[in-house]
């Protein structure tokens, strides 16, 4: 089968083209700069056409902007005139479309979410934007299939990952101690999923077709925010976080360092430290493997991971835990 990739010089892109390859699929990734191996086209999303001149058998729609922080005018751009223009792409040539969303199009909800659910009210312009691409995809009249991964983070085994992006840059700032104090409720989870997981998954979407049906790519079992923190306060050298009550928090009484960097980056994520969301796996147990178990040991993997590549380091300052007052 021909699959053209979107978003395959990206993290999951570009994963997925290495597994497809690997089944034997002829794929094309989809870059703005070819590569000299071949197996790349220049094109854009951002423009009708994709700039583009092939008719593959399967489109997977993997490009976007996922950062929380871009501009309306950048998701209205690449997010939702980028699905657009993969959805006409796809009609013309009679291409079958994967959709890569995203499983917090659920935006504020919580509690369980099902697989068709949609959010009205949204976190971030990110969220809407791929709310947005949704429902291009679900009025398209090309047999269209739509994958939500959740959090994508190291793989299952080895905690590797290609970049850190997103989830890792609050990471960091907690490891390293340089934001110490955050709002979380003590229910709260992160749906952290393992790239192996959503690169199985979408392997087996592209070969099974499923049009009309929408899967989620997500955890085995969430993450509890606290969790988390206790896996990184274990390991010496990084920093003890302090999980606060979201209505006692006060960013204004946070020392002005930590402030700074609450501002710049962790205020991003706040949101997603206060709900619950059990993302339903109904049409998932059907279509795509079992997720790896997303337990303390894979956290601990991930951890070591990016203290390996450096990404993150260990300060003696932080061998101390955070004031309490937490819960």
């Known amino acids: 089968m021909h699959i053209l990739v979107t978003g395959a010089a990206g993290l999951v892109g570009a994963d997925l083209c290495v597994r497809l390859r690997e089944r034997g699929h002829q794929v094309t990734g989809l870059v703005h700069r070819r590569g000299a191996d071949g197996e790349t086209v220049a094109g854009d999303v951002a423009v009708k056409g994709l700039g583009i001149d092939l008719r593959p058998d399967l489109v997977v729609h993997c490009a976007a902007i996922t950062a929380f922080d871009a501009t309306p005018e950048a998701y209205a751009r690449v997010n939702v ?23 917090y199009v659920c935006g504020t909800r919580d509690g369980r979410i099902s697989e068709g659910e949609v959010g009205e009210a949204f976190v971030n312009g990110y969220e809407a934007s791929k709310a ?8 398209s009249s090309a047999p269209w299939t739509i994958a939500r991964p959740s959090v994508v983070v190291g793989d299952s085994m080895t ?21 110490r104090t955050l709002p979380a409720s003590a229910r709260a989870t992160l749906d952290l999923v393992p790239i192996d997981h959503v690169g199985r998954g979408l392997v087996a979407l592209a070969e099974t077709p499923a049009p009309g049906v929408t899967v989620h790519l997500t955890a085995a079992t ?32 946070l020392p002005p360092a930590e402030r700074r960097w609450h501002a710049a980056a962790a205020a991003l994520y706040t949101n997603y430290l206060t709900r619950a969301p059990v993302f339903d796996q109904a049409n998932a147990s059907r279509l795509v493997p079992p997720c790896p178990p997303t337990d303390r040991a894979w956290l601990d993997r991930l951890i070591a991971y990016c203290l ?20």
């Not at 223009?85 to 009609?91: H, I, L």
């Open 159 to 179: 905690g590797a990952i290609a970049s850190f992006e997103n989830i890792y840059l609050i990471f960091r700032l907690i490891a390293e101690g340089r934001v």
């Open 81 to 103: 005139g980028g699905a657009a223009n993969v959805v006409a792409f796809a009609e013309k040539i009679g291409a079958r479309l994967l959709h890569v969303s995203t499983a």
């Open 222 to 253: 969430p993450t509890r925010v606290h969790d988390l923190g206790a896996a990184i306060a274990a390991v010496p050298g990084l920093g003890h976080p302090e999980f606060v009550d979201p209505l006692a928090f006060d960013v204004a009484a």
């Open 132 to 139: 947005s691409a949704e429902a291009l995809v679900r009025a």
């Open 308 to 327: 390996e590549r450096g990404f993150v380091t260990a300060r003696p300052d932080n061998a101390r835990p955070a004031a309490s007052g937490g819960y």
